[in-house]
Every structure is written in C-alpha cells, then in structure tokens.
C-alpha cells in the first residue's frame, strides 16, 4: 500500500521566515510526486516532481525530489500572510491515482 | 480554459437518505477522479473514471458508486447516508497521459 507522511503536521512562523516542509514516501512503481497548496477549498497545484536532484521554482517556493532517500522538501522563503494554508504532498505510482499525505498546516503571523 | 465544477457546493441530509453530487471537468479532460475529505482521515481516493469506465477504486464501501457521461462530466452517489460520510468531497480533472489533477471547489456534505 502505498504511503506518504508529511512533518510537521503544523508550523506557525512570522512574516519573513524561511519554512521547510518535509514529504515521506512508499511508493509501487514512483511515477510522480505533487504539492499542492489548500487554502479554504480546492488544493490548488505547485510542482510536479518526477527526477530526483532537480529543483523546481515557483517565486518564493521552490522543491526538489531525492528519489533515493525517498522524499521531498517544499520550501518558501520570506513567508507573507497569504502562504497561510495546508500543503498537502502526494505521490503517483503505478495505480495511477495519487495518494495523499495528511499535510502541513502553515500559519503566518503578521 | 474553465476550472473544474462541482455542484452542488453544499448539501445537508439526514441519515439513510441518497445523495448525487456532481463534476464538470476542465474542457478535454476526460479522467476524473473523486476525493472524500475528512479532518481526520485526510484526502482518500473514491475511484477515477476515463472514458466513461471506472478505471480505480479507493477503499470505500459499496454505498459509494459513479458514473461517467460521454461528455466526461461524472456524478458519484451515496446511498444510505451515515453520520460518517459528512465530508468535502472534491473532484479532480486531468488530461491523459498527464499525472497533474485539478481540483474543483468541493462539495461540503453534513449528514445529521
């Protein structure tokens, strides 16, 4: 069965702060791993990583994939209020359906 | 290109009764696959339709079914709610061949 386990369930930093969201994973047969960001309703996309060592960037976030280790970190640098959200991780194997990981619930203080 | 769509956006049941939600994927997207959220269990795949076919099934009991239309807009229903099933249910769209999902807003389902 394939898992993903996110740390830290949640994080609370002020305005500025660099955070570093972190993304476990068992997978069948690794095809993809996806963040997305939530905020009150639908997760919205970020990255889509599938090669291990290359780093995608996006503004102030930015990830990579070590597909030896078997994980990935999400970074956002000099947080605003508005990176306030869950950050949900999820891997797609060879059932073709992704699975998710319980998210990080990022609070940033003003 | 329009987002994904998802009606209706809030639904309150009671106990037993059935429920039909419905999903509007992005235009030429015909995967759609169906999410139940919940605070404590997280996002847990329902199943994914492509082509009007079932192609995968999550966990969940056999009260839980969907259907594709050829228009790739799918429907999933619940059948004999329980308390349990009150959820987001969310609905995601993608383009074959692609493994990015985009989700829709939701529907926020209360059984009482």
């Known amino acids: 069965e394939d898992k993903v386990v996110q740390s830290p369930l949640s994080l609370v930093v002020h305005e500025g702060d660099t955070v570093t969201l972190n993304c476990s994973y068992e997978v069948t047969n690794f095809r993809s791993l996806l963040w997305y960001k939530q905020e009150k309703k639908a997760p919205t996309f970020l990255f889509m990583l599938?090669?291990?060592?290359i780093e995608k960037k996006s503004g102030r976030l930015s990830s990579i994939l070590d597909k030896k280790e078997l994980f990935s970190i999400l970074n956002i640098t000099a947080t605003q209020t508005g990176d306030s959200a869950v950050y949900l991780c999820a891997v797609g194997g060879s059932a073709r359906q992704l699975t998710f990981g319980s998210g990080t619930q990022l609070t940033v203080l003003p | 290109k329009a987002g994904v769509t998802q009606t209706p956006r809030y639904l309150i049941k009671t106990r037993g009764q059935q429920v039909t939600l419905s999903c509007s994927p992005i235009?030429?997207?015909?995967?759609v696959s169906w999410y139940q959220q919940t605070p404590g269990q997280g996002l847990q795949f329902l199943f994914e339709y492509f082509s009007e076919t079932q192609r995968n099934k999550g966990n969940f009991p056999g009260r839980f079914s969907g259907r594709q239309f050829s228009n790739s807009r799918s429907e999933m229903n619940v059948s004999t709610l329980e308390l349990g099933d009150s959820a987001l249910y969310l609905c995601a769209s993608r383009e074959e061949g692609y493994l990015e999902q985009y989700f829709g807003p939701g529907t926020r389902l209360t059984v009482t």
């Open positions: 599938t090669s291990s060592g």
């Open positions: 235009s030429g997207h015909r995967s």
